[in-house]
């Protein structure tokens, strides 16, 4: 997928990805010559369906979690499926602080999906030098990650 | 006046979302994690309720018993059965840094099976949009068997069983998937209602570049008569590799193990 501004005849370059809400995903793109923006909006399906294949608009940010796409999706999943304390994966991700807001907020995701929640955020924190993660940290991770209900 | 739109190759600036370039690197991630497998076995009928999940585990089983590593990957996601039929209990999958360590079933086997994510009784569902849902499923489930694949630290392994459900549309993504067609195993019982279903897949298998490495006969007896094992081996030019009654001697497991 690629954008055109017909105008200038050039390539539109990725400018940022937000989630509006109501299952909407917002991608905007940019015209490099005379600066225009337009954003591409998905409605709920649409989302789902980018989600469903694993990809994400403007590109990855943090690595893909493994297990990533089921995690994110499946309903249902046993909350203690997976055991993220006992592998390497805990120790990597330690760095950043909750605040209590924050952990309370995570206390909320589903148990299935939770571990992974966790790290993906601690990774967006520590990639942009945040020392503490807090409500508003976890809301433009969210939206600049794509993380649609998480 | 219709405006001047050139083609999608004819923009050639570097592009952030590089969608091709992230399935090609979801499949790369594939191959890069079966490298250490040294082969790997669809077991297949196209048919529902021949057994195909027994027989995996079984042979799976006899397989670690004469020392090859081994592992299952059960790819019916709707219908899991693989962590119960190898005792594999309900312990919790171990996330390392960039894999989940397989669970561990009877004799060592190595396995995955959505049968160990669910909660107890519930099936397979995702969130979503309620709308048009029968067309991201599908997506979502090819998914899930991409990631059974590639996010899996199946480490070195002499032989992996993937476990499909019937029907063929799970045959053609792991085919997709693969580098090449995996070699497939055909199970089927006697009679001719099987024979005829196990015929239509092995056909779509092998017209998809598979290679059939022959049939298993399960669930033999008074119970269900016909002769669909020696129709197949004959029209396909394979072999009937076992025949397996429903109460299976000792040694018909390691017969069949020695033969793959």
Redesign the interface.
């Known amino acids: 997928?690629?954008f055109?501004c017909?105008e200038c005849?050039r390539?539109m370059?990725?400018e940022e990805r937000q989630l509006p809400g109501d299952?909407t995903l917002a991608?905007a793109f940019k015209c490099p010559s005379c600066g225009r923006v337009t954003a591409l909006l998905t409605n709920?399906?649409e989302t789902?369906?980018v989600?469903?294949?694993?990809?994400?608009?403007?590109?990855?940010t943090v690595?893909a979690q493994?297990?990533?796409?089921?995690r994110g999706?499946?309903?249902?999943?046993?909350p203690?499926?997976?055991?993220?304390a006992?592998?390497?994966?805990e120790a990597?991700t330690a760095g950043p602080s909750w605040s209590a807001e924050a952990q309370q907020r995570l206390s909320q995701v589903p148990g299935?999906v939770r571990?992974?929640v966790k790290k993906i955020y601690a990774e967006y924190a520590k990639d942009h030098g945040i020392a503490e993660i807090t409500p508003a940290v976890m809301d433009t991770a969210r939206a600049e990650l794509g993380l649609e209900?998480m | 006046m219709p405006?001047?739109?050139?083609t999608?190759r004819d923009?050639?600036?570097?592009?952030?979302?590089?969608?091709p370039a992230?399935?090609g690197a979801?499949r790369h991630r594939v191959a890069a994690r079966l490298a250490q497998v040294g082969r790997v076995v669809a077991v297949m009928s196209g048919k529902g309720g021949v057994g195909k999940s027994f027989v995996t585990a079984h042979l799976a089983r006899a397989v670690a018993r004469g020392g090859r590593a081994v592992g299952v990957l059960d790819a019916d996601l709707n219908g899991p059965t693989a962590a119960g039929l190898l005792d594999a209990g309900?312990a919790?999958?171990?996330?390392?840094?960039?894999?989940?360590?397989p669970a561990t079933g009877a004799d060592g086997v190595r396995l995955v099976s959505m049968d160990?994510?669910?909660?107890d009784g519930?099936?397979?569902?995702?969130?979503?949009?309620a709308?048009?849902r029968f067309?991201?499923r599908g997506?979502?489930e090819a998914?899930?068997l991409?990631?059974?694949l590639a996010?899996?630290a199946w480490g070195s392994l002499d032989l992996l069983l993937v476990d499909l459900p019937p029907g063929l549309s799970r045959f053609e993504e792991l085919a997709d998937l693969l580098d090449r067609p995996p070699a497939v195993l055909t199970v089927t019982i006697p009679t001719p209602e099987s024979r005829d279903a196990v015929r239509r897949a092995l056909r779509a298998a092998m017209e998809r570049g598979a290679t059939p490495l022959g049939v298993v006969e399960n669930m033999m007896g008074d119970q269900f008569r016909g002769d669909a094992a020696e129709v197949l081996a004959r029209e396909f030019g394979v072999p009937v590799l076992a025949r397996v009654p429903f109460h299976p001697p000792v040694g018909v497991w390691e017969t069949l193990a020695a033969r793959l």
């Open positions: 997928m690629k055109l017909v005849d390539q370059v990725f299952g991608a709920p399906f789902q369906l989600s469903s294949l694993g990809v994400v608009i403007g590109g990855r690595p493994p297990l990533e796409t089921v999706n499946v309903a249902g999943g046993r203690d499926a997976f055991d993220e006992s592998g390497r994966a990597r299935f571990g992974m209900g | 405006l001047n739109i050139r999608y923009l050639t600036e570097p592009d952030a979302s590089g969608l992230q399935i979801q309900r919790s999958l171990v996330v390392e840094e960039d894999a989940v360590l160990l994510l669910l909660e519930r099936p397979l569902a995702f969130r979503g949009p709308a048009d067309v991201w997506a979502l998914a899930a991409r990631e059974f996010d899996v």
